[in-house]
């Protein structure tokens, strides 16, 4: 199987808040040092680690730095990583939409991208109008868009607006037509970034059906970024783990999603001894969040209940105030949730100061796995999502006989016997 793509040392600079070396003169040496002499931008100096939690010390900074793998054909690789690992950089540089600072990127064959929403649309043509032009963009000729047509656009869902202008459409329609053209191309190399996140569950499920065909059935190659984990293994064959700009891991892709999420939980309870960084808006923002008892690691046995204590600041008086907590496994499959709004509808009834909110599992109601607490929190619909605790918690199950309670049992919701009601009639 031969190599379809390759990055050899590639390394991104950016600097922060300039986009040019400040004078006309600099500007002219920089290019003529580059493109003319072919030597090295002498105005590149060495710059920060991208950590975007640390506050920076110089004015630049590698969004990438000495990234060094190679893709074979056919390959569907998932790039993973926290915002700001560096995952969009990397595809917009394979793209050709910014050039690498160090290394040299090699592909074969036609690569159709798909990065943002409405990249390379523009809003004042039709939906037909863009579907050529973005289509001529990716290197399809007006004969192979025509013969396309019918099938991109009865793909995309949305044949009812497409002589409207898409400045009229909704992201998820701009991600349905722009995915349609990009997967309609016959690329030998398809690039996606996150924005199948915009679509729907329905067009979700067509997109991955589409680039699994296009890689498995044709032998394609794709690169796909994404956070969702349950996608990313359903689709990928390999993984790549970025942080920080640099390669963390690389290996199968069930082993590198447990790398990464062994790497980026924590099992620690956790606090903000500073308000005015903790997550939140100038109505509410939270304090800690804990599991108890309050162990350092935070393993359940399966018939102990679970309690997750959530301490909030509150700094409005009377206002509604909605706070709920997501529980989902590590690939972000949501298992349930739990709620409170303190005051009735039409009714508003906090008041300033610190809340503590506790909520409880009894036994048995989640089955044994490795699970994780997303909140979204606020008031009259201004909502705060923050799953940026990354602390999970695993529910073990230390029983070994087998039966209804014992042993392996498929799903994530788990029940005691006591709830199974059985009633002779005679």
Not at 58 to 63: E, G, K, P, R
Not at 76 to 90: E, F, P, Q
Not at 95 to 101: D, E, F, M
Request: proline share 2%.
């Amino acid at each position: 199987m031969s190599t379809a793509i390759e990055f050899n040392h590639i390394s991104k600079q950016y600097r922060l808040g300039f986009v040019s070396a400040k004078t006309l003169s600099s500007d002219l040496n920089r290019w003529w040092q580059m493109n003319v002499l072919r030597k090295e931008d002498p105005y590149l100096k060495v710059g920060e680690t991208n950590d975007r939690t640390k506050k920076a010390l110089s004015d630049f900074v590698w969004a990438l730095r000495d990234v060094d793998f190679k893709v074979e054909q056919g390959d569907v690789v998932g790039i993973i990583g926290k915002n700001g690992a560096g995952k969009s950089t990397l595809l917009k540089l394979l793209s050709r939409v910014t050039t690498p600072t160090t290394g040299t990127i090699r592909a074969k064959g036609r690569i159709a991208s798909l990065l943002e929403v409405g990249t390379g649309f523009h809003s004042e043509l039709t939906g037909r109008e863009n579907i050529y032009m973005n289509g001529a963009i990716l290197g399809m000729s007006k004969q192979e868009i025509n013969r396309k047509l019918d099938e991109i656009v009865d793909f995309s869902g949305c044949e009812r607006y497409i002589d409207t202008p898409v400045k009229r459409y909704s992201s998820g329609m701009m991600v349905r037509l722009g995915f349609a053209v990009a997967a309609h191309l016959d690329p030998e190399i398809l690039v996606v970034d996150e924005v199948l996140a915009v679509g729907d569950a329905e067009f979700q499920k067509k997109a991955i059906g589409k680039m699994q065909d296009v890689s498995k059935g044709e032998g394609r190659t794709v690169l796909f970024v994404s956070h969702n984990m349950a996608s990313v293994k359903a689709l990928c064959s390999r993984g790549v783990l970025l942080e920080n700009g640099s390669v963390k891991y690389m290996g199968g892709i069930k082993e590198t999603v447990d790398y990464y999420i062994g790497e980026g939980g924590s099992s620690e309870n956790q606090y903000f001894e500073d308000l005015s960084k903790a997550p939140g808006n100038d109505v509410i923002r939270i304090k800690s969040f804990e599991i108890l008892p309050g162990k350092s690691q935070a393993n359940i046995d399966i018939e102990s209940g679970i309690k997750f204590r959530l301490k909030f600041m509150c700094y409005k008086a009377d206002a509604m105030l909605d706070v709920n907590m997501h529980v989902k496994t590590v690939d972000d499959i949501s298992v349930f949730k739990m709620s409170r709004m303190f005051g009735e509808v039409g009714k508003k009834d906090s008041k300033v100061g610190l809340y503590t909110m506790d909520f409880e599992l009894k036994p048995y109601t989640i089955n044994a796995g490795k699970y994780k607490a997303e909140f979204v929190f606020g008031e009259n619909q201004r909502y705060v999502v923050y799953s940026g605790f990354e602390q999970y918690f695993e529910v073990e199950n230390t029983q070994t006989d087998m039966g209804f309670n014992q042993g392996v049992v498929p799903g994530m919701l788990r029940f005691n016997n006591n709830d199974v009601v059985i009633q002779y009639e005679g």
